[in-house]
């Protein structure tokens, strides 16, 4: 009878484990859309055997589940948090060169191509008939045109700017809010396994923090053992670190902190102000080398590592907003010191040069007029509003002092002078006086639209060519990189 009821207590056990074998397998298939979900299996394992009374052996009792499995490889965690990383990175910088494609609009009938057409065109028809009011009225408006051209596309970089600054603000608070959330699950984790348990699903939740935080910014994540228990298990610990540096460490965390950059720390002068550095809350210098953070920071400081000379900081070595904003800058200085006093870098030194000053606006004569000086381009000043011609020289009459008051010119304040706003007679066409029908200056500013020694890429038209041509180029890049570690990121996840 004996050996009857024992039969059944094993086959009771069999029922027992096979019942929590199939609770664990509906527990995975309810849970097979849950994202970073890892599927668990029983452990099941012979239970103690029995010792026949007469001696001569062991009699099997059946089985026990003893525990459940998490079945996850870490080497793909690891390699997942490696490639989201670049993914992370290129999506950033596409995300912002595409916005900065828009931005430029090139080719269309608004684009720099067609303004700048439309100003020498103007210019052309001025040449057929310099007295004429109604065409001299147009080569005013479109040179307003043209300045405005340039200082909205400053205005639109600069909006980017403090846009992609706001977009690291939220991505150094979602830094900080995922370390929190992992520092209570390791909490969390710990004390139910004090016991001898396995906390799988929220390990799974916490592997799902680690996976997002590994597209913002370079993490390593590791369980390391700090010691024993006094049972002997291993005191295990789960740590988070940036470039060495502990974010999580078990139980404690260390946050990042943003600062506004002091005015005369700029990384760029073309810089908008109040942009954010980061850095450890306890002030060390947080070290950065890939995901979101890293290509946001690229595109909102990177101008190819040039030094600033201001205060000595190094910009990226990329091509980012200040790059693009400093390329307009350069080129409303270099063409508005050509239209106004026909100064050409021909031998493409840079710098002033004497030899290269020749025939400009500024040489010329308005229609009937008997003064020349009048510059066309100038800038805006302090309330906002064109300067004069002899405001915007402030009295210097030397030729090195006047190149370099051109250094003043940037593509937010670029504009045409306030005498031309005011007369439009004042546009010069005659190298002398009283000689309306004289066109020889007015024919030399006509050469500078094809003028190919104007910069180091060519003519003015080159020149927005080759810039646009770049921003195209890298945009194409960041997309087909990010669409690369999209397709690795995917095989990994799958």
Same mark, same amino acid.
């Given at each position: ?5 024992? #039969? ?85 910088? $596409? ?84 370390? =929190? ?29 680690? !996976? ?11 369980? =390391? ?9 291993? !005191? ?58 890293? #290509?946001?920071?690229?595109?909102? !400081?990177?101008?190819? @590592? ?13 091509? #980012? ?28 030194? $840079? ?42 020289? @402030? #009295? ?47 024919? $030399? ?36 990189? $990010?669409?690369?570690?999209?397709? =690795? ?6």
């Amino acid at each position: 009878m004996a050996e009857s009821f024992f #039969g059944l207590n094993v086959a009771v056990r069999g029922l027992f484990s096979a019942q929590r074998s199939l609770d664990i397998v509906n527990h995975n298939l309810n849970n097979i859309n849950t994202p970073g979900y890892s599927r668990q299996q029983a452990v099941q394992v012979a239970s103690r055997p029995m010792a026949l009374a007469d001696g001569t052996g062991m009699m099997g009792t059946g089985s026990d589940v003893t525990g459940v499995r998490r079945i996850r490889d870490e080497y793909l965690d690891f390699k997942y948090w490696s490639e989201n990383l670049s993914y992370g990175e290129w999506s950033a910088k $596409k995300e912002v060169l595409s916005d900065l494609e828009v931005t430029f609009n090139e080719p269309s009938n608004s684009g720099f191509t067609t303004i700048m057409s439309d100003f020498f065109d103007s210019m052309q028809e001025l040449a057929k008939d310099p007295s004429s009011g109604a065409v001299r009225s147009l080569v005013k408006q479109r040179g307003v045109t043209l300045t405005k051209y340039f200082n909205s596309l400053a205005t639109h970089l600069e909006e980017m700017q403090k846009d992609v600054n706001y977009r690291i603000q939220t991505k150094v608070e979602e830094v900080n809010s995922l370390a =929190v959330q992992i520092q209570q699950l390791n909490r969390q984790i710990y004390i139910t396994e004090l016991d001898g348990n396995t906390a799988n699903d929220m390990r799974d939740q916490r592997t799902v923090l680690v !996976d997002r935080l590994s597209k913002l910014i370079n993490i390593e994540a590791n369980e =390391v053992v700090a010691g024993y228990t006094p049972d002997g298990r291993e !005191d295990r610990h789960f740590v988070v670190t940036i470039s060495g540096k502990a974010l999580v460490d078990h139980f404690s965390i260390s946050k990042l902190a943003l600062e506004q950059r002091p005015s005369d720390q700029k990384v760029n002068r073309e810089d908008i102000g109040n942009l954010y550095e980061i850095r450890w809350a306890d002030g060390n210098k947080l070290n950065i080398k890939s995901g979101e953070l890293k #290509g946001y920071l690229d595109v909102r !400081d990177g101008n190819e @590592g040039i030094v600033n000379p201001d205060n000595g900081r190094v910009s990226p070595n990329y091509k #980012g907003i200040p790059y693009y904003q400093k390329k307009l800058n350069e080129f409303v200085r270099i063409f508005a010191r050509a239209f106004n006093e026909g100064y050409i870098d021909s031998n493409g030194d $840079k710098g002033f040069d004497p030899d290269e000053f020749g025939t400009g606006h500024a040489a010329g004569y308005g229609y009937n007029s008997t003064d020349n000086g009048i510059r066309f381009f100038t800038m805006t000043g302090d309330g906002r509003l064109p300067l004069s011609s002899s405001d915007f020289l @402030g #009295g210097a009459t030397d030729p090195a002092d006047i190149y370099d008051i051109y250094e003043n010119i940037t593509a937010k304040n670029f504009t045409v002078a306030s005498d031309i706003l005011d007369d439009y007679n004042l546009i010069a066409a005659s190298d002398a006086s009283g000689q309306a029908g004289n066109i020889e200056v007015l024919n $030399k500013l006509l050469s500078l639209r094809r003028d190919t020694d104007m910069f180091s890429e060519g003519a003015p038209e080159d020149f927005m060519k080759s810039l646009v041509a770049t921003l195209g180029i890298d945009a194409q890049q960041a997309g087909n990189y $990010k669409d690369n570690q999209q397709i =690795v990121v995917n095989q990994i996840i799958n």
